[in-house]
């Protein structure tokens, strides 16, 4: 089996066991959204700013990896054309329930993202893209991808995890291994990882995450650092995450 249908796996039981990524917005909060009272995460705790966004009204909007019905959502409330891309069954009906719940459209596609994106190149707008190419080796094609299917001009907002995470135990208390961490190429940890129920994940370099983004033609317009309160580093305020937004240049630049 494909390390990727492990992953698909891995995130169906954990949206069944009430992951905190998996869970849905609220009615009240796709409300509040139609008001133009909203906020969207890349990673576990900074809003992303707004002016990351632009005007979204009648933009075609991809979320990547961005199944779960909490974003979408409310690129839908915004005006936004939107389509959803995850691998993750349970993450697509969660999204399907609120748009029926809440009467919008929205292309909702199951596929994996370790492979060509289905979609035309200059296909987007906007795309967004939630922590989860820790999932993924080889981020580079993500990257590739990426830059493929947006628009000129278009924008990328990306969660990244740095890689830190891999290097601490659970609780992160101590460190534990050296990195990088890639199960593909250790049979120990990858049978650690399949025991723990954490799928195959993998640590991935600043040169990877950014310098890809870079290498795939996309320009870094801004970028944050985050942590993850509920783990020991978060605790220290110690980064582990990045938020970032770049976008493909047209000849004009970025408005």
Not at 107 to 118: F, G, N, S
Not at 160 to 166: K, W
Not at 223 to 249: F, M
């Amino acid at each position: 089996m494909h390390y990727a249908d492990i992953n698909a796996r891995t995130i169906d039981s954990w949206v069944r066991d009430g992951w905190e990524w998996g869970k849905p917005i609220s009615h009240e909060v796709y409300q509040k959204a139609l008001q133009g009272q909203w906020s969207m995460l890349l990673t576990p705790v900074k809003p992303v700013p707004l002016s990351w966004f632009g005007g979204v009204k009648g933009k075609k909007v991809l979320g990547l990896a961005a199944g779960g019905g909490q974003q979408m959502p409310i690129f839908a409330a915004l005006g936004a054309e939107c389509t959803v891309l995850d691998y993750s069954g349970e993450q697509l009906k969660s999204e399907k329930m609120v748009a029926e719940r809440e009467g919008y459209d929205i292309r909702i596609v199951r596929a994996d993202m370790t492979q060509p994106l289905p979609f035309e190149d200059e296909s987007f707008d906007l795309i967004f893209h939630p922590v989860s190419n820790c999932y993924v080796r080889d981020v580079q094609h993500i990257w590739n991808e990426c830059a493929r299917i947006l628009k000129k001009g278009g924008r990328l907002l990306s969660g990244l995890d740095n890689g830190l995470n891999y290097a601490f135990d659970d609780d992160q208390t101590r460190l534990v291994r050296p990195l990088p961490f890639d199960p593909m190429s250790d049979e120990e940890l990858l049978q650690q990882s399949l025991e723990n129920g954490d799928g195959v994940q993998f640590s991935h370099t600043i040169e990877e995450q950014l310098g890809g983004q870079m290498k795939a033609g996309l320009v870094l317009k801004d970028i944050y650092s985050d942590i993850d309160p509920g783990r020991g580093l978060g605790k220290y305020n110690v980064p582990t995450y990045w938020a970032t937004l770049s976008v493909k240049e047209n000849l004009h630049g970025l408005d």
